[in-house]
């Protein structure tokens, strides 16, 4: 309910919401639960939900920065999504939610009104508003980030691939196994750094937690591989998808077949990346599951697709295997036991170097700043799985 208020007193807000501020906050809170769906427990996304909720309560309570924030959150992210990735499903959904916080309604519930009992306020209440704030604006900070610094899915020497220089081209297509610590940047230092080595010029299209499902309908990936010449196409599919034989004849069969047929058409090779297991097993899919049963499930994937497809190998599973069961004391996975460490990555890139170049690691004085005792190891484990002798 309105107050009239009195002449000269500072203005406050309305309290009661309008449904249009309520639809606003049930949408959001979907996007919340197709998050935690799509990312898990994952930190970047926990962080952003918390701002949203945030963002959310501050709606509801009415404060007009907030307000204010939120619109500009969605006009920032309107014009990226128009800019970067035009999807007409995106657009409109930010226009829907634009429009609901645009609305006479929304405007009503923001306009600033008169009333020395609501000016007062409690002390909680206050100390919530101010956190709201603080949170509507973290997450612009975020978007804006997102939107406009963040980098994209595809990195590496393009111009290099584009020109006429003589080398290897390679596009490397995966998530964070293949992304973290540049690990196909250290594929093309150890080409640089060994001696009548033929330069590697690597690419990247990668994305945290992504899946060659959303690759193949990927345009951007289509235009990477139609436009540019390549030699190799790596492909890196989710490890709990291709450990888990219901996920791999639902999800990966036929991404991957699409994907090495897009590769052919480019004149490429396909080369299958073998992922390695968790450290402690897929636990999450599998109640007690184990390092060792989650790497032959693995193997035995890669191997029947490696068959299918008539693509090459990566036996980087067997390469992790070799290495956890001869040195244990390298650290080859980061913390959470899943993602690869600097370590795990260098071992990845040696594989990958033996295997698209046939030559052997261990020539290449490219160490990527590891202990050299670790430096020296893992190149040898690397020619050991990649080119064995006969």
Known sequence: MRDSGIDGEPPVIRRRAPATIITYIALISVVLVIGFVEFGLAPAWLLGSAVLAGAAVGLH????????????????????????????????????????LLAPPSRRHFRRQRSEAQERGSRAGRVLRLAATVLAGLLLGLVVYGALLAPGPVSGDLELVRGDRPGLRVLFVGNALTSN???????????????????????????????????????????????ERWDFVVLQEHSQ????????????????????????????????????????????????????????????????????????????????????????????????????????????????YAVLTNRDPTGSRFDAGLDLRVAQQLPRIAEQIARPRS
């Open 241 to 352: 998808v291709a450990s888990q034989p219901a996920e791999r004849e639902d999800h990966m069969l036929a991404a991957a077949i699409g994907l090495d047929r897009m590769a052919k058409r480019a004149g490429a090779r396909t080369v299958l990346f073998a992922n390695p297991g968790y450290e402690d097993g897929d636990r999450d899919k599998v109640p007690g599951d184990t390092y060792e049963a989650m790497q032959q499930r693995l193997s035995q994937a890669y191997l029947k697709l490696a068959s299918t497809l008539s693509a090459t190998l990566a036996p980087l599973g067997a390469a992790w295997a070799h290495a956890r069961r001869t040195h244990p004391y390298l650290e080859l996975w980061s913390d959470d036991g899943i993602r690869p460490s600097e370590a795990g990555s260098y071992l990845t890139a040696c594989v990958l």
């Open 181 to 227: 610590n540049a690990m196909p940047r250290t594929v093309r230092r150890l080409g640089d750094s060994q001696p009548g080595g033929e330069p590697i010029f690597a690419v990247r299209y990668a994305k945290r937690g992504a899946m060659l499902e959303k690759a193949v309908d990927d345009d951007r990936l289509a235009e990477l591989l139609d436009d």
């Open 61 to 100: 309570l009415g404060i007009r920065l907030v307000w204010f924030l939120a619109i500009t959150f969605h006009v920032v992210n309107l014009l990226a999504t128009v800019g970067f990735e035009p999807r007409w499903s995106t657009v409109l959904f930010q226009v829907a939610l634009l429009a609901l």
